[in-house]
């Protein structure tokens, strides 16, 4: 685990550096939707705080027995009820797409007595069951989330489409960029654009070249090679 997880943090040095970027720039969440628990504590063992998960019934799954230091971003499609299990257990929610959801996670951090920081899940597939808002709608979706006082909106998270070339990948990315930095400069008072999150294990290398300020690997991290940790 500890060279493995080296390994990436060198190669996000490395691209960093190569776009004129120091690493602490980049924030490294480690993706544990497909680890055991055994690879978490070898993880958080090694420094690594930030982890990622997809689906709420296993994000409670870990939070249950791993300790609170650690910091838990929500990266996967999220149903409006789900919400209330997760609220107080996670750090950031980058899959935002709809204003039923931002309701919701301001409704319920409120109980909490909480903010919960988001990024706004910017889709760009052509499949809306897959989740994320549109390019287009990002903006008008930013406007009304700015209405919450138990809401912050952070940034914007983005997945390459499924099994598309470098270059497509590379112009999503790009694309992504340039709405990231549009909106900063109209960014309502309650909202900002920090975090940009995109780039997965095969793609980060190329996320961070095209800013990202924050990737999400895991297989790269817990399955690098069958049988080895
Ligand atoms: C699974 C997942 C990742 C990590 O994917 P890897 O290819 O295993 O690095 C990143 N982001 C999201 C939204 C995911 O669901």
Redesign the pocket.
């Known amino acids: 685990m500890r060279e493995v997880l080296e390994a990436v943090r060198q190669s996000i040095e490395q691209a960093a550096l190569g776009s004129g970027r120091r690493s602490e720039e980049i924030t490294l969440v480690a ?1 544990s ?2 680890a055991t628990l055994e690879q978490v504590y070898q993880a958080i063992a090694c420094g690594q705080m930030d982890f ?1 998960e ?1 689906r709420a019934d296993k994000l409670l799954e870990k939070t249950a027995v791993i300790s609170d230091s650690v910091r838990w971003h929500f ?2 499609q999220l149903q409006t009820n789900k919400v209330k299990y997760i609220i107080d257990k996670v750090s950031m929610v980058q ?1 935002l797409d709809r204003l039923s959801l931002a309701k919701e996670l301001d409704k319920r951090a409120a109980k909490a007595g909480r903010v919960v920081p988001a990024l706004l899940e910017v889709r760009l597939n052509d499949n809306p069951e897959r989740g994320g808002v549109p390019p287009e709608e990002v903006e008008p979706l930013l406007e009304q989330c700015a209405s919450f006082a138990h809401l912050r909106v952070q940034g914007l998270m983005c ?1 390459a489409p499924l099994g598309c070339d470098a270059k497509t990948t590379e112009d999503c990315f790009e694309r992504v960029r340039s709405l990231f930095e549009h909106l900063k400069t109209r960014c309502p008072d309650n909202a900002s654009m920090q975090v940009l999150s995109m780039g ?3 793609d980060y290398v190329a996320a961070i070249r095209h800013g990202a300020t924050m990737v ?5 991290i817990f399955a690098p090679q069958q049988g080895k940790s």
Request: charged content about 10%; overall charge positive; glycine content about 18%.
């Open positions: 993706v939707k497909f990622g997809n990266i996967g899959s997945v997965m294990s095969h999400r690997i895991g297989s790269a």
